[in-house]
């Protein structure tokens, strides 16, 4: 077997493998010099990135990958002495989990050459970068696993290194009150998790995905089951009305962090679609589920925006954003939802809809990522966050004004960026499921365009103020951060339709399509 | 009756629990609120775990067909340790902010608004 062929098999187990290593690595690398650190975090990350992405293009091309840890052949999932029952953890990286990995790859590396140069001012960085390899071991684990305990336990990871992240600039007890609330809601969270994890294994004798969906009655338990897990799930990825941890955590963690945050939410939100598609499918009643999850959707996007345009600080600001856009993702694939036992009308306007909410999750990330780093550049230059004190930036930190516009009008959904890709697509099928909440969406999106008009002329335009004259253009690194992230916000905006072909198609059928989730992994139809 | 005892105590643990988490002021009380729902959910799923007459799967002494399935002894292991982890980080918590605030009433924790 050539290395490269090693790799290839063992991608998924190397995804949470490499930054996990790395990540307990890094004090000790750090002892040597600050050089070796950055090095070596850098090529851990670049690493993994070329793993996901090695790993993505498998998937796409030759169907799901499943990965077996300790069996004797990598895709043995069902021993033969073991009574057709996986007994080992597996992880199933189907083409939503593989769009996930993507995601969480492009963000990561971006995000990383950001702090090079955003952080290089603070002491004690080891932990720092050793807490953000956790993250990213967390996001990659959630998203490929496919044993429901394995999730908890990743999200585990991912609360307990978000949380120390988010406090770890102290800034006079504000950060550490942030990273409390959030910690807090997250474990309670978890526990409801883990109460109906134990459900499960109570009533299927089993904690793989597959074979829990493929036992599933939907009896009263399940139905249990099924609130502790949307409850849970809907707080962690910043649903109104669990929303409360949002802005606190995203304002006060540092600004290269809460980029990466915006994908650590998004991994809560695939758990919650992966629990409500592969676990349930249409056992459950998709009509009252889906407009559940539309009104979440719905609330997150009014409630976000409207506490969004009052805020004078300008981090705080773009997390009620975040709060808001999270609904959009919520409504298309709530949508999608609500009508999938309807083959008719799954066709007609189901998978647009589905496909509209994952492809915003994609560029959410990518356009919400660039907004929180040029937010952190200015913050970084002028050592303020409040609105009220900014003004004339335009005329020393250009590219930084130019990767904000790119940034506010595609949030906005303004062609030929990304954001108008994906709403475009959820304005239409939702409006042939129910034309007031496309009118809805519709609003939601004028209002954010209004508000982003409002911060880009408090912060950019105006006059030279005095007290910035000397205020420089962000460093090159920052600049190649959110220059990743600005082009493909570019690119993907110009051409949606590949992208949609290519990844989100697949990653939609792959999550509605349960049968072939089970299949993959125990073998049959 | 005497079978459901075990699903009982998880009930009431997990209500006292909550009752703790929602009604204390004192950051150091919530965190046992938190403890507590933590009891709760293993000594749930212990309970789940138990077969009469069920064989502790030690392969030296079990026969080899009979044993319980050890699974829900490892969750709980698990769950145990990523509860120590939490409590560990919740109290680092309460220790910067007690120096930073000089407090720990949460009422008195909300410098953030808005």
Same mark, same amino acid.
Request: aromatic content about 12%; some cysteine.
């Given at each position: 077997m050539t290395f490269a062929d090693f790799i290839v098999i063992n991608a998924p187990a190397l995804l949470v493998a490499i930054p996990l290593f790395a990540a307990f690595i890094c004090p000790a690398v750090g002892r040597i010099s600050t050089t070796a650190r950055n090095v070596w975090v850098m090529g851990a990350m670049l690493l993994t990135a070329a793993v996901a992405f090695i790993l993505a293009f498998t998937v796409f091309t030759s169907g799901t990958v499943i990965y077996v840890f300790g069996a004797s052949a990598a895709n043995l999932a069902v021993p033969l002495d073991s009574g057709g029952i996986p007994i080992r953890i597996i992880f199933t990286i189907d083409p939503m989990s593989a769009f996930m990995d993507i995601i969480c790859a492009i963000a990561g590396v971006s995000v990383l050459m950001y702090s090079l140069s955003s952080e290089s001012k603070n002491t004690s960085l080891e932990g720092y970068y050793a807490l953000f390899l956790l993250m990213i071991t967390g996001v990659f684990g959630m998203v490929s696993t496919g044993d429901i305990f394995n999730f908890f336990v990743f999200l585990e990871i991912l609360s307990l290194a978000s949380a120390g992240i988010i406090a770890y600039r102290i800034d006079g007890g504000l950060a550490v009150e942030a990273a409390l609330k959030y910690?807090?809601?997250?474990?309670?969270?978890?526990?409801?998790?883990?109460?109906?994890?134990?459900?499960?294994?109570?009533?299927?004798?089993?904690?793989?995905?597959?074979?829990?969906?493929?036992?599933?009655?939907?009896?009263?338990?399940?139905?249990?089951?099924?609130?502790?897990?949307?409850?849970?799930?809907? /707080?962690?990825?910043?649903?109104?009305?669990?929303?409360?941890?949002?802005?606190?955590?995203?304002? /006060?963690?540092?600004?290269?962090?809460?980029?990466?945050?915006?994908?650590?939410?998004?991994?809560?939100?695939?758990?919650?679609?992966?629990?409500?598609?592969?676990?349930?499918?249409?056992?459950?009643?998709?009509?009252?589920?889906?407009?559940?999850?539309?009104?979440?959707?719905?609330?997150?996007?009014?409630?976000?925006?409207?506490?969004?345009?009052?805020?004078?600080?300008?981090?705080?600001? /773009?997390?009620?954003?975040?709060?808001?856009?999270?609904?959009?993702?919520?409504?298309?694939?709530?949508?999608?939802?609500?009508?999938?036992?309807?083959?008719?009308?799954?066709?007609?306007?189901?998978?647009?809809?589905?496909?509209?909410?994952?492809?915003?999750?994609?560029?959410?990330? /990518?356009?919400?990522?660039?907004?929180?780093?040029?937010?952190?550049?200015?913050?970084?230059?002028?050592?303020?966050?409040?609105?009220?004190?900014?003004?004339?930036?335009?005329?020393?930190?250009?590219?930084?004004?130019?990767?904000?516009?790119?940034?506010?009008?595609?949030?906005?959904?303004?062609?030929?960026?990304?954001?108008f890709a994906s709403k475009l697509m959820i304005y239409e099928s939702v409006y042939l499921f129910n034309p007031i909440l496309a009118i809805i969406a519709m609003v939601v999106s004028i209002l954010t365009l209004a508000s982003f008009v409002k911060v880009f002329h408090s912060v950019f335009m105006g006059p030279k103020l005095p007290e910035y004259a000397e205020v420089k253009e962000a460093p090159l690194p920052m600049l190649i951060g959110m220059g990743i992230l600005a082009a493909i916000v570019i690119l993907f905006g110009l051409f949606p339709q590949p992208v949609v072909d290519m990844l989100v198609a697949p990653a939609a059928h792959a999550l509605a399509d349960q049968g072939g989730y089970i299949a993959s992994v125990l073998g049959g139809a | 009756m005497l079978w459901n005892l075990p699903f009982i105590t998880v009930v009431v643990l997990t209500f006292i629990g909550l009752v703790t988490v929602l009604m204390k002021r004192n950051l150091i009380k919530i965190l046992l609120g938190i403890n507590i729902l933590e009891s709760a959910v293993n000594l749930f799923l212990v309970s789940l775990g138990y077969r009469a007459g069920g064989v502790a799967p030690i392969f030296t002494l079990a026969p080899s067909d009979l044993m319980v399935l050890p699974t829900p002894q490892a969750l709980t292991l698990t769950s145990i340790v990523i509860g120590v982890a939490t409590s560990a980080l919740v109290l680092s918590f309460a220790m910067v902010l007690h120096k930073k605030y000089g407090t720990v009433d949460i009422n008195e924790i909300r410098r953030l608004q808005g």
């Open positions: 910690f807090i809601l997250s474990t309670l969270g978890a526990i409801l998790i883990l109460f109906a994890i134990g459900i499960y294994y109570g009533q299927y004798n089993a904690l793989n995905i597959a074979m829990i969906a493929q036992r599933m009655q939907f009896t009263l338990l399940d139905r249990i089951a099924l609130v502790f897990l949307v409850a849970a799930l809907a /707080m962690k990825c910043g649903a109104v009305p669990m929303h409360f941890w949002t802005p606190d955590a995203y304002s /006060m963690a540092p600004a290269s962090v809460t980029a990466f945050l915006v994908v650590a939410s998004q991994a809560a939100l695939y758990g919650l679609f992966r629990v409500v598609f592969t676990l349930y499918n249409v056992t459950l009643n998709c009509l009252v589920v889906g407009w559940i999850i539309i009104i979440l959707g719905i609330l997150s996007m009014v409630v976000g925006v409207t506490m969004a345009i009052p805020q004078k600080d300008i981090k705080r600001l /773009m997390a009620y954003h975040a709060v808001s856009q999270t609904g959009y993702m919520l409504l298309g694939v709530g949508v999608g939802l609500a009508v999938l036992g309807n083959a008719a009308l799954t066709s007609a306007f189901g998978f647009t809809a589905m496909e509209g909410g994952i492809f915003h999750i994609f560029n959410h990330a /990518m356009y919400k990522g660039l907004l929180f780093l040029t937010a952190g550049a200015i913050i970084y230059r002028i050592g303020t966050r409040d609105l009220n004190k900014m003004g004339g930036l335009g005329h020393n930190m250009k590219y930084t004004m130019i990767f904000f516009i790119i940034g506010a009008l595609a949030i906005a959904g303004i062609p030929p960026l990304n954001g | -």
